[in-house]
């Protein structure tokens, strides 16, 4: 994105943190990076990646964008705490380098341009656990944290991310452009993105519009899969969409523990507008935002909504095909959509605990003949009962056998339930990380067993339904 110029970014320096230190790293991506890892365990690491020292010849910038924020036009945002270091050439392609909490930028408002350790060990954790779990997701290298004491409801410490992402660039970056009349810049940004992330469009009578497509299909997988992990985002406004249809800027996000579709994770979203089942609905509606914000380069709008209505089929498709999956069956199953149907009100009956159900049932579903806990999952066992017998029914009627390894393979044993999260921060913040790197080792194989973490796995504590998670990061 540096290419782009100075419309784009602002030249700002990292301001320095005292003392740091090292509170973790995720060598898996060092690995995929190409990064020493000799290096990164060193001072030099530790004091670059802080934000203390900069490498000779690099440039910290922090980008401009624009953004709805709950419905509303929020006007210019930008990066307020994140300073993109450089790019990187990786034998995968290559990644910006971002320094999350790295101080104040001209795109500040009223923030201090810091991240707490709280929030930077959650974005840590969970863009490497959704890596893991195979969904779009930037990365994070590592943390650092600092004494240095940072205000938000209570005094907390400062603490560093760096993230990567091959472009971090959002729906919020064309909304910026295109709203402010910068309709030049708007152009030469869309065309760096198709010509960096989107080829195939180039070739497309209006490239503009199929690159509307394209994001929508992304933003439709996507969808799907946070819907099939029980993912909630908390945050789903434009500014943190990517235009590369990644999971971006990790704030009041949750894996569901007890299965209710109107969950609502971010405590600060009092009217539910990013309540679980209604992620999908939003983001078409954040998708409408950025056609809206390309309507200058695609000329008619009719246009921009044919492109938008991709959604529209492929969201439900992709959603039935990761359901199903979990169910063991693909999605072209005759009976997928039933199944998928009377499976997820079976859990919201009894706000069934969501991990736990999908992992035991893919257990009994690889070993049927063996004694099963998911009849323990519920108080209605006759209900239970009686979905097993329509399951059962279901699949037997058909000649293609329930796939135990697909199921497997969709249900995820570890996820990063919230209260594991906030275990590990307790613990980090009496200076203790160590839980921090077993918990990356666990979600970075979340299929696997690991035996000495099996309570990780199990029913979350009473207190876990108490946790309350805010916008404050
Ligand atoms: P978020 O809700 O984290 O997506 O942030 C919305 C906007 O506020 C973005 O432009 C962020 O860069 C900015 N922002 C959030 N927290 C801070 C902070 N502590 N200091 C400066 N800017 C911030
Ligand atoms: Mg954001």
Known sequence: MSELGSAFFASV?????????WVAHSLPLARELGLDEEWLRSED???TLTGNRVPDGTHTRASVYSGHQFGNWAGQLGDGRALMLGELDTPHGTREIQLKGAGLTPF????????????????????EAMHALGIPTTRALCITGSPQPVRRENVETAAVVTRTAPSFIRFGHFEHFSYGGQHDELSRLADHVIDRFYPDCRAAANPYAALL?????????????????????????TDNMSILGLTLDY????????????????????????????????????????GQALLPLIGEPDDAMAALESYKTVFPAALTQRMAAKLGLSGDHPHAKTLVDSTLNLL????????????????????????????????????????????????????????????????????????????????????????????????HTPFNEHPAFESWAALPPDWAAHIEISCSS
């Open 108 to 127: 500040s408002r009223m923030g201090d341009g810091r991240a707490v350790l709280r929030s930077s060990i959650r974005e840590f954790l969970c863009s």
């Open 348 to 443: 919201a009956a009894e706000r069934t605990d969501y991990p736990l159900f999908w992992h035991q049932f893919s257990g009994w579903l690889a070993h049927p003949e063996q004694p099963t806990l998911l009849q323990d999952l519920f108080v209605d066992r006759d209900r239970f009962t009686t979905w097993l017998a329509q399951y059962q029914e279901h699949t037997n009627q058909y000649h293609q056998a329930p796939d135990a390894n697909l199921a497997s393979k969709s249900n995820p044993k570890y996820v990063l339930r919230n209260h594991l999260a906030q275990t590990t921060i307790a613990q980090a913040e009496q200076g203790d990380v160590a839980m921090v790197g077993e918990l990356l080792t666990v979600l």
């Open 251 to 290: 704030g009041p996000f949750q894996f569901m523990d007890g299965f209710n579709p109107d969950h609502i994770c971010n405590h600060t979203d009092t009217g539910g507008r990013y309540a679980y089942n209604r992620q999908p609905q939003v983001a078409y509606w954040n998708l409408f935002c950025l």
């Open 213 to 237: 497509q394209a994001v929508s299909e992304r933003t439709a997988h996507l969808m799907a899969q946070w819907q099939a992990v029980g993912f909630c985002h908390g945050v789903m406004n």
């Open 13 to 21: 320096a990292p301001t320095p943190l005292p003392q740091p230190h």
């Open 45 to 47: 690491a530790l004091q």
